[in-house]
């Protein structure tokens, strides 16, 4: 049973997530041609971002009291359908709709998926488990880009669109036929933490805070990484394999990084792709040819991949003692959606009165910042005994 909920969600995962990807190097042109520039093209990419921070707790609380199976599906029919709402939008405003009602949606995907799956993690490989399913994440977002610029420069630019919908339907068809609802949700709502303590709970904190600065870079590279590469020559195709680099690089370390997660503290893991996010996001600017960016973006895979099954591994330990996985993983997916929302919009300014270059240099110190926060609510939590308690060490690392 397990092993079907497990290759199911898999699957589901990649499918919807390879046609989010699809978008990736097209959105911000595709955007500027409606005519959004500076702050409105910041709007549109943060605008996915507000409408899923603001949906995510309450569909994790809920999944947490009535099962994850009917969200999961709700969501992803939702995001099926708005999907091809991209190509009737005739202005930067619409667009900004059309990506907070997928956004929406994809509150109610993404969380309760790795909701599912942490579930199920044996206790002690939660890194090593929760690793290799998000290879789904990463592997599909990374090929997404790569297949979606080639499909626009050869079919046009609604094409990537409309596969993205197409997969989200196959998502959708596959969920409701082969997904079983394991009700592990029922004994541990009974004994759940109330919402309060857990969103006071220094480690969920910390996984924020995590989360959103990591997210904040991100935020800033997907919207303006296209305009510095088509600037040094590079062309849709080139721009796509420029944002597949990374995510692909990042999907293939997931297994490794996380096995490692199983075997040193995490929180170590976490500070290093912090301090790393900081340093690639710095670079940009400097790069001088479409091979710079490339690297660069290498580099940036190995990164981003490093503290990813650490933090997801330590949120699954955090979902499972305070009974309330479901809201731990949306919390841990608001702090993500809380770097998108900020990335893009300080961006969108940042860019309209600094320039271009200003943007990951002022980045880049944010994500420093947020390390120094991480940092500090470690260290607390290590003072409380909440590190000790399980939350650094595998039963296999301690000799159980």
Request: net charge positive; proline share 4%.
């Amino acid at each position: 049973m397990h092993r079907r909920t497990y290759v199911v969600l898999f699957i589901a995962v990649f499918a919807s997530t390879m046609g989010v990807g699809f978008i990736g190097p097209l959105l911000p042109l595709y955007a500027r041609d409606l005519g959004a520039a500076g702050l409105s093209l910041g709007m549109i990419f943060a605008g996915f971002s507000v409408a899923r921070f603001g949906l995510s707790p309450f569909i994790g609380r809920l999944s947490d009291k009535h099962g994850r199976k009917i969200f999961l599906a709700i969501g992803l029919a939702v995001y099926s359908c708005f999907s091809f709402a991209y190509m009737m939008a005739e202005t930067a405003s619409h667009l900004v709709l059309v990506r907070v009602l997928h956004g929406a949606s994809s509150g109610m995907v993404i969380p309760v998926a790795q909701a599912y799956v942490a579930e199920i993690a044996p206790e002690g490989r939660e890194g090593t488990f929760m690793g290799a399913f998000m290879v789904s994440l990463f592997t599909a977002f990374g090929i997404g880009p790569l297949l979606g610029g080639p499909l626009a420069d050869r079919f046009g630019m609604e094409t990537p669109f409309y596969a993205m919908g197409g997969l989200s339907a196959l998502a959708l068809v596959l969920v409701l036929l082969f997904l079983p609802e394991l009700g592990l949700h029922r004994e541990r709502w009974e004994q759940r933490v109330p919402i309060r303590s857990v969103l006071a709970h220094t480690l969920v904190v910390a996984l924020m805070v995590f989360r959103s600065s990591v997210a904040f870079g991100r935020g800033l590279v997907i919207p303006f990484l296209p305009f510095v590469a088509e600037s040094r020559g590079a062309s849709l195709s080139v721009i796509g394999v420029l944002l597949a680099t990374n995510i692909l690089l990042a999907g293939a370390m997931q297994i490794p990084f996380g096995k490692l997660a199983d075997r040193v503290p995490r929180t170590l893991l976490m500070g290093m792709s912090m301090v790393g996010s900081a340093a690639v996001i710095f670079a940009i600017p400097f790069c001088e040819t479409v091979m710079h960016l490339f690297l660069l973006q290498v580099a940036t895979g190995i990164v981003s991949a490093l503290g990813f099954p650490a933090a997801i591994a330590v949120a699954s330990m955090c979902g499972r003692k305070l009974n309330g996985m479901g809201t731990v993983m949306a919390l841990f997916s608001s702090g993500m959606s809380i770097g998108l929302i900020l990335g893009p919009l300080s961006g969108g300014v940042a860019e309209r009165i600094f320039g271009l270059d200003f943007v990951f240099k002022g980045g880049s110190l944010v994500v420093v910042l947020g390390f120094i926060a991480f940092v500090l609510l470690i260290r607390k939590a290590h003072s409380d005994g909440l590190l000790e308690s399980c939350f650094e060490a595998s039963p296999e690392k301690d000799g159980a």
